[in-house]
């Protein structure tokens, strides 16, 4: 059965022999110095050590166990999209990766390091996980650049004029560094969403989550929100992605992760989810998404 999209195989291939138009402050002739990750964790020999992993993890809101026995693990420089209806526990699987949901039981370790509860220790490990959320959540009262240099500065105790530099390279390559000495409110949704990506990015960490970072978009600015996004996975950003975008999951993904009813109902590989799902839930769903 041929399929609806291209790989991400294929997408690294065609932006290999290819020369796609460069978006809006983006030099045309970016080489490999110019890429969006300079400051990734390179990957271990072989390039197969987990980065994320879940063991046992459950999570309940009073009666509802929106997480059922998770069991997941990312491997360095690994893309893995999280698809499933909604209520299915996407989101919440998510935030829990960096606390921002607390767990039941379980255990959620960050490069063989144990999330802790709070503290110290905690602020630590966040500072690793990167998170763009659906509504942006940029600093209304902030400046472009002063949204990213922000966290540098306080958390990592980065200079201001190294931080700023940084944030300038970062909204450069995102497209938007034209817009840093204005405030959020004058940028359109997809600008913020990417100056929301360059935010994360600035605190160099280990691995970026995503969730439905394209939701509240409309529809001409989600086009925008991928590019960058599937820029990230062919330069080799350890990528955690909760999306409807079925587009972007079958050209950028290693993996999809499925889910339904707080559980993780199937794993596969891009092609074979999209065209020989195992599962009837899988099935069912993606009948759906194609005939509606």
Do not use: W
């Amino acid at each position: 059965m041929v399929g609806l999209f291209p790989t991400r195989s294929r997408y690294v291939m065609s932006r290999m022999s290819t020369s796609p138009s460069p978006a809006p402050n983006r030099p045309a002739d970016a080489g490999p110095a110019d890429a969006l990750i300079t400051d990734a964790a390179p990957a271990a020999a072989g390039g197969n050590d987990v980065l994320v992993e879940l063991v046992g993890v459950n999570k309940h809101f009073g009666d509802l166990h929106v997480l059922k026995d998770i069991n997941l693990s990312v491997t360095r420089q690994e893309v893995v999209v999280v698809l499933g209806p909604s209520g299915s526990g996407k989101s919440t699987l998510c935030r829990t990766i960096n606390r921002l949901e607390s767990i039941d039981s379980g255990t959620i370790r960050i490069d063989g390091q144990e999330l802790p509860q709070e503290g110290r220790e905690l602020a630590r490990l966040r500072a690793e996980v990167g998170m763009v959320f659906q509504s942006f959540n940029l600093f209304a009262n902030k400046t472009i650049l002063d949204n990213v240099t922000l966290g540098p500065i306080k958390v990592r105790g980065v200079s201001k004029p190294e931080a700023e530099a940084e944030a300038h390279r970062l909204l450069q390559r995102v497209g938007v560094d034209s817009q840093a000495n204005k405030f959020p409110a004058q940028l359109s949704g997809g600008q913020q969403q990417r100056v929301a990506i360059a935010r994360a990015l600035a605190m160099r960490p280990k691995v970026m989550l995503f969730d439905e970072p394209t939701s509240a978009l409309d529809p001409e600015m989600v086009k925008e929100v991928l590019d960058v996004m599937a820029e990230l996975a062919a330069e080799g950003m350890t990528m955690i992605i909760v999306t409807h975008e079925m587009g972007f999951a079958r050209q950028a993904a290693d993996r999809v992760v499925f889910m339904a009813d707080g559980a993780i109902v199937e794993e596969a590989a891009p092609d074979e989810f999209f065209t020989s799902p195992r599962t009837e839930r899988a099935q069912d769903f993606l009948s759906k998404l194609i005939t509606h």
